[in-house]
């Protein structure tokens, strides 16, 4: 537990019952049982760090054999000292929700506003650093300009392994509460976690649930919607000049209750310019695999024809492009499909989209 220490914590009702020697002491509340404490200068401001009596001999023993070792996270409780104190403390201890909102700020980096992880530096005036940072500012504080060294803040380290904070996509409707140490690994594999959108002609960041990006998709890309599981699509370039670096328009089909995006563009597979196209599921990948697809191509009697599982959009286009996991075609057979003088590309694809047993 953490609080901020002012001189209503400690007078009239409270006293030490021995001078405060180094790093811990004690502290007899109004005549209730004991619990230890300590007192730490994190960013110029002096905290006052609370554990129950049973667990702070081992913590302090840890400590001192192990200064440069955090024990692995674990699902610790957050003490609640209104348990272990008696009634004529309580409200000077009761604030919790302050106290947490207080953490969280302490646990975040001055330079990238991030939740800072073990290790945790600190400066000799008690400023705070997350390791990820410390290179940048070239082993300088950014708060008082002062040298940083290599001072671990392990006191911070150890009230960060006691919290259990929400997920960060609250919002979206995850309602988990997890360690502070293991919340970043859960939000990176939330499953509420938002999907970003997949138009792929410019670089979008409008993030948002599927709901959300397929309005978004046809209210400001414009983009065609189709519904039905089978479709015929014609892609034509008549300028030369746009046969090499054609992108058309995405196309989303609705079927099966699920949503679609049908992508086709030119681009380079090593010095040979190719056309892709591929299929991406608009939800997760564990979903994506209940369905497949295929894509059809030809023209002057031959015929190309792909089949294959539509791609999450967790992954980018770009990265399902780069991975060739789609109809390939190159450019002459394109060219050799389109029929006429070679200079204008006319492609007719077809394709089908079903639902595995």
């Given at each position: 537990m953490l609080f901020f220490l002012t001189k209503s914590h400690l007078a009239p009702t409270s006293k030490l019952t021995r001078p405060l020697l180094g790093f811990s002491s004690f502290l007899l509340i109004s005549g209730c049982p004991l619990v230890d404490f300590w007192l730490s200068t994190i960013n110029s401001r002096y905290w006052l760090f609370i554990l129950p009596m049973a667990t702070a001999n081992s913590y302090y023993d840890d400590l001192r054999s192990k200064p440069e070792v955090i024990d692995p996270p674990q699902n610790e409780n957050i003490v609640d000292v209104g348990e272990h104190i008696c009634d004529t403390a309580q409200s000077v201890l009761k604030p919790n929700v302050t106290?947490?909102?207080?953490?969280?700020?302490?646990?975040?980096?001055?330079?990238?506003?991030?939740?800072?992880?073990?290790?945790?530096?600190?400066?000799?005036?008690?400023?705070?650093?997350?390791?990820?940072?410390?290179?940048?500012?070239?082993?300088?504080?950014?708060?008082?300009?002062?040298?940083?060294?290599?001072?671990?803040?392990?006191?911070?380290?150890?009230?960060?392994?006691?919290?259990?904070?929400?997920?960060?996509?609250?919002?979206?409707?995850?309602?988990?509460?997890?360690?502070?140490?293991?919340?970043?690994?859960?939000?990176?594999?939330?499953?509420?976690?938002?999907?970003?959108?997949?138009?792929?002609?410019?670089?979008?960041?409008?993030?948002?649930?599927?709901?959300?990006?397929?309005?978004?998709?046809?209210?400001?890309?414009?983009?065609?919607?189709?519904?039905?599981?089978?479709?015929?699509?014609?892609?034509?370039?008549?300028?030369?000049?746009?046969?090499?670096?054609?992108?058309?328009?995405?196309?989303?089909?609705?079927?099966f209750g699920q949503y679609f995006c049908l992508h086709f563009e030119a681009f380079q597979l090593g010095m040979a310019p190719v056309y892709i196209a591929f299929l991406r599921f608009m939800g997760d990948d564990n979903e994506a695999k209940n369905y497949s697809y295929s894509l059809e191509v030809g023209g002057n009697g031959r015929k190309m024809i792909w089949q294959g599982v539509p791609r999450s959009i967790r992954d980018s286009h770009r990265k399902v492009r780069d991975s060739f996991d789609g109809l390939i075609i190159q450019r002459n057979m394109a060219l050799f499909f389109s029929g006429g003088d070679r200079k204008e590309l006319k492609l007719r694809i077809t394709g089908r989209i079903w639902k595995e047993q």
């Open positions: 106290v947490t909102s207080s953490v969280r700020e302490l646990l975040e980096c001055p330079v990238c506003l991030s939740a800072m992880y073990p290790p945790i530096h600190q400066c000799l005036n008690g400023h705070t650093l997350c390791s990820g940072c410390k290179p940048k500012v070239h082993n300088r504080c950014p708060t008082c300009r002062h040298e940083l060294g290599n001072i671990r803040c392990l006191a911070l380290e150890k009230v960060a392994a006691s919290l259990e904070l929400p997920c960060k996509y609250q919002s979206f409707g995850c309602m988990g509460i997890y360690p502070y140490y293991s919340k970043l690994k859960h939000e990176s594999q939330c499953v509420f976690r938002p999907y970003s959108c997949p138009y792929a002609g410019s670089e979008c960041l409008v993030i948002g649930d599927i709901p959300y990006l397929v309005d978004h998709l046809k209210d400001d890309h414009k983009v065609d919607m189709h519904s039905g599981s089978t479709f015929n699509h014609r892609y034509v370039k008549s300028n030369p000049h746009e046969v090499e670096n054609a992108t058309w328009m995405l196309t989303v089909f609705s079927c």
